[in-house]
């Protein structure tokens, strides 16, 4: 469950839960040994909560702008996003002690949380109905 009334909390409370549920695969590349993995994740995750990060801050800044200029400032910063996805894959895919696969991996890990988040949300909200109709 995520509180849903403040952006910052928000985003402590996902980077938080993200961090707690990366350790998991971080830990089995390092016990395995596969180091060019665990590399590629971690940049990639470091990359992806930066950038989360930032998304918020520009999120932030939008709302006290004009609608046209928001619109404008929000489309720029999404290029500038993807012009960082691309030199992090690019980078990964150059150098050889980063696995490509595992930096892809860690790029859309926190994107795979906030899904895997909101499903668990939605089954507990249809299972407490449920139960509310039988009581």
Do not use: C
Request: glycine share 4%.
């Amino acid at each position: 469950m995520i509180p849903g009334n403040n952006p910052a909390e928000v985003q402590k409370e996902l980077i938080k839960k993200t961090l707690i549920i990366a350790f998991f695969p971080s830990l089995y590349a390092l016990i395995s040994g596969e180091f060019a993995s665990l590399l590629g994740f971690l940049l990639g995750l470091i990359i992806s909560l930066l950038l989360f990060r930032l998304k918020t801050l520009n999120i932030t800044r939008a709302l006290n702008m004009s609608r046209v200029r928001a619109e404008t400032f929000i489309r720029n910063h999404y290029f500038v996003n993807y012009i960082i996805y691309f030199v992090v894959l690019f980078l990964a895919n150059r150098n050889e002690d980063i696995n490509f696969l595992a930096t892809a991996l860690g790029l859309l890990f926190l994107k795979f949380i906030i899904i895997a988040l909101a499903i668990v949300d939605i089954i507990k909200d249809s299972w407490k109905r449920r139960m509310d109709k039988y009581t």
